[in-house]
């Protein structure tokens, strides 16, 4: 192939979907069809054509997943194009337009056919796979955050008050994720093939009809270190109990410092959506897991808001505060979970 792209003659775009990955994900048009495109040029070309595998691999397995219309891979980009649904909605969108009856009953429809499928070969992990995924995914960006200048002000103080809410601040809960700790609370992981990024914008609904499962997931991630379908739930807890993406539409924070107490102060809308979720997914983990796999999912909860929390820091510096408020109440959860 060329290293230069090839023009896509008669090709109109009608809006730009992209959120927060290198990808750009356009809604297109040609002639009277109406299709989603997901390009990305450079490095991350390759991991982007990975993930038309993973999507094909899935949809081999009994996910349901988008179909891929055409993929395009040269020298210096690749794409996909995928159908476009004028019925679908982000789970996001539709959680909030939704009964809570409705609500749960999709989340479990999502989560049994993921059991049913690729989460039900899952095999013991090795302690050599959870020892690569601790020093990678936690010690690191450990000592990332806790040498970030622009964290100084908010570490500096014993506990931190989140609007109006006390909590435990990470220098004095860094212990709880000391790597032979980590060791024995994910001791009982287990891997298998997953989706490995399953956001709430991640899951389209739609109307379920000619036997369709009523939802369909889109852009996975095959690139886990430690591929435990917990990591799945934990991305599900991200939002629900995490909060992220109410967090990430949080503007305005206000952050103080001085006499030994820092706080920080944002407004953020509250989601009985969210927390209604929240347990029905707690309750879904302590029904298909043992207990100490459901104190791991909220561990990995942890782990997903350290991964994020170093792109944070260079993507979004005014708003990192919020972001560490997440990532402390996650920390808290698990801490007050053990009794630490």
């Given at each position: 192939m060329s290293g230069t792209p090839r023009p896509d003659l008669g090709l109109r775009?009608?809006?730009?979907?992209?959120?927060?990955?290198?990808?750009?994900?356009?809604?297109?048009?040609?002639?009277?069809?109406?299709?989603?495109?997901?390009?990305?040029f450079g490095a991350d070309k390759d991991r982007l054509f990975a993930q038309t595998e993973h999507l094909l691999e899935l949809a081999?397995?009994?996910?349901?997943?988008?179909?891929?219309?055409?993929?395009?891979?040269?020298?210096v980009h690749c794409r996909y194009d995928m159908p476009y649904r004028a019925d679908a909605v982000d789970f996001f969108g539709y959680l909030h337009t939704h009964s809570p009856e409705e609500n749960r009953a999709r989340m479990v429809a999502?989560?049994?056919?993921?059991?049913?499928?690729?989460?039900?070969?899952?095999?013991?992990?090795?302690?050599?796979?959870?020892?690569?995924?601790?020093?990678?995914?936690v010690v690191a960006r450990l000592e990332i955050l806790l040498d970030a200048g622009l964290l100084a002000p908010l570490l500096a103080g014993e506990s931190l008050v989140v609007n109006g809410r006390a909590l435990r601040n990470l220098p004095g809960?860094?212990?709880?994720?000391?790597p032979a700790r980590l060791r024995e609370l994910l001791a009982h992981d287990k891997v298998a093939r997953l989706h490995g990024d399953l956001t709430v914008e991640n899951i389209l609904c739609c109307d379920g009809e000619g036997g369709s499962p009523g939802f369909y997931l889109i852009d996975p991630n095959g690139?886990?270190?430690?591929?435990?379908?917990?990591?799945?739930?934990?991305?599900?807890?991200?939002?629900?109990?995490?909060?992220?993406?109410?967090?990430?539409r949080a503007r305005e924070v206000t952050v103080r410092t001085g006499t030994g107490k820092v706080s920080i102060d944002f407004s953020v809308d509250p989601s009985p959506a969210y927390a209604r979720l929240h347990s029905d997914l707690d309750a879904y983990l302590r029904l298909h897991h043992s207990r100490a796999?459901?104190?791991?999912?909220?561990?990995?909860?942890?782990?997903?808001?350290?991964?994020?929390?170093?792109?944070?820091?260079?993507?979004?510096?005014?708003?990192?505060?919020?972001?560490?408020?997440?990532?402390?109440?996650?920390?808290?959860?698990?801490?007050?979970?053990?009794?630490?």
């Open positions: 775009i009608v809006a730009d979907l992209s959120s927060g990955s290198s990808a750009t994900t356009l809604l297109c048009r040609r002639e009277d069809r109406l299709f989603y495109r997901k390009f990305v081999q397995a009994g996910v349901p997943v988008t179909p891929i219309l055409e993929v395009l891979r040269d020298e999502i989560l049994d056919s993921l059991v049913a499928s690729i989460h039900a070969d899952a095999v013991p992990a090795t302690g050599e796979a959870i020892d690569r995924y601790i020093q990678r995914k809960l860094v212990g709880l994720l000391e690139g886990n270190l430690l591929d435990t379908p917990l990591l799945d739930y934990a991305k599900l807890l991200q939002s629900f109990h995490g909060g992220y993406e109410l967090l990430a796999e459901v104190t791991s999912a909220y561990v990995h909860e942890v782990v997903h808001w350290l991964r994020l929390m170093p792109y944070k820091l260079i993507s979004d510096p005014v708003r990192v505060p919020i972001f560490y408020a997440g990532l402390l109440r996650a920390l808290n959860a698990v801490a007050d979970r053990l009794g630490w």
